[in-house]
């Protein structure tokens, strides 16, 4: 498979690919696939609370989640999507990204159903009073929207979803058995930052920063 002193059992080069993956491509992968927001799609976006978002920068890649009340992300027209930026730990990676590259692509969850939602296409950054003041959450505006111009949707089948079981709620993680985020702070930081008191307050700092 590797081949011209590669390592052995690594793709290297698009043939290499297309020979390990060679069956047809399942017809409907490529019907479902169109370049606006259909009245489907339109209602699969307003029924998700959730949304990963990749960008891509100088640095690298980033994709960081984003959530609100289902329908957060709003359909101005067939080619045109809105995210409100909402307050964040202020490190604002994906902006910096978009500044540098306006590309972008959102895989969007909708909790108890298998099928996702992608949507690529290109942001543009604004800070329209108006349109930052439609997206008020407890009295507070985001200080930017993105403005996603659309490039290509489609839904992803359910497999992975399936697969992983991620509605199913008897399989559902304690959260009490993985580290707290105080004890994840305090064991890179060598206890500078984090611990105990970290999580202490965490309840109350979420109440007072969530928007």
């Known amino acids: 498979m590797a081949q011209n002193g590669s390592k052995p059992h690594v793709i290297s080069t698009m043939a290499e690919l297309e020979a390990l993956y060679n069956e047809p491509v399942y017809p409907p992968a490529k019907v479902k696939e169109t370049d606006r ?107 930017a929207v993105l403005v996603i111009a659309v490039e290509k949707v489609f839904f992803q089948c359910a497999k992975a979803i399936v697969r992983s079981k991620l509605w199913d709620p008897t399989i559902q993680v304690e959260r009490a058995t993985l580290p707290t985020a105080g004890k994840i702070l305090a064991e890179i930081s060598g206890g500078k930052i984090g611990g105990d008191e970290h999580d202490r307050i965490a309840p109350e700092r979420m109440k007072a920063t969530i928007y």
């Open 37 to 143: 927001i259909t009245d489907a799609y339109r209602k699969l976006v307003e029924a998700s609370p959730f949304c990963a978002m990749s960008t891509n920068g100088p640095d690298g890649l980033d994709c960081s989640p984003r959530g609100d009340p289902k329908g957060f992300v709003r359909v101005l027209d067939e080619h045109t999507v809105v995210v409100p930026d909402r307050r964040g730990n202020n490190r604002i990676d994906s902006l910096r990204n978009l500044i540098h590259d306006p590309r972008v692509a959102l895989l969007f969850l909708i909790p108890g159903v298998s099928e996702t939602l992608r949507i690529m296409g290109r942001v543009t950054i604004s800070t329209d009073p108006e349109l930052c003041a439609s997206f008020t959450m407890q009295g507070k505006a985001p200080r």
